[in-house]
């Protein structure tokens, strides 16, 4: 288990206000990245990052951003929230290999 | 396109007996293949792996199979347990440095007492 911790858990925000998920890790892991997970796609990667302040996208980056700071955050921001943006959001983290480590998820519904 | 499919949503399988989740890919750069479990409310947890240099790959009651020329991996767990029943993800990365998943729609494994 990599220590990552995700808030806030729950979300419920109303379309067009923005919104930041944040995402902790204690394991000093270079890679990080921001997946969603919506019914019948399985987990798609929206942005990731390969050490601070270097990120790039995935195949689902429009509408959010990323930055990373710090080795042990991970920011995720939805400028102005769409109803297509409701899912479950995870934080992962990687190291030298190619395993990934999940955090708990962020539920987000966009009213 | 889905690089990466699980074409079976569900499988009911009884305790003792043999579960096979099988996965497919169309991207012959894919270079290494993971499965993850995952339980309601929880992240995705790592559970095995495979390289494409290998063809099979075990750890306890949990093996892989890869045959690269049809891509298409497995898994199996043997025996299957009732703790086992959860949401199964399969995962591909290839070597591009960015080492993101490509991952499968999932498939809910239900292990029957």
């Known amino acids: 288990d990599a220590g990552i911790t995700q808030s806030p858990r729950h979300k419920v925000t109303e379309t067009g206000t923005p919104v930041t998920l944040r995402c902790h890790q204690t394991?000093?892991?270079?890679?990080m990245y921001w997946y969603r997970q919506d019914p019948g796609h399985g987990l798609r990667l929206i942005h990731y990052?390969?050490?601070?302040?270097?990120?790039d996208k995935g195949e689902v980056s429009d509408g959010y951003s990323v930055s990373r700071s710090k080795t042990e955050d991970f920011l995720l921001t939805l400028e102005s929230a769409t109803s297509s943006q409701t899912s479950v959001y995870f934080c992962a983290t990687g190291g030298d290999t190619y395993e990934q480590y999940f955090g708990p998820g962020t539920r987000l519904t966009v009213t | 396109d889905q690089q990466v499919k699980q074409n079976s949503p569900s499988l009911s399988v009884q305790e003792g007996r043999i579960s096979i989740l099988n996965c497919d890919y169309t991207n012959s750069m894919f270079d290494y293949f993971l499965w993850y479990k995952k339980y309601p409310a929880e992240g995705p947890t790592f559970l095995i792996s495979?390289?494409?240099?290998?063809d099979k790959n075990e750890d306890g009651r949990f093996t892989v199979f890869l045959n690269k020329s049809a891509k298409h991996l497995s898994l199996h767990i043997v025996p299957s347990q009732p703790g086992d029943s959860a949401v199964y993800f399969c995962a591909a990365s290839m070597d591009t440095g960015r080492r993101a998943l490509t991952f499968g729609s999932g498939t809910r494994l239900q292990v029957q007492p």
């Open positions: 394991e000093n892991h270079r890679y």
């Open positions: 990052s390969y050490g601070v302040k270097d990120t």
């Open positions: 495979i390289s494409s240099i290998k």
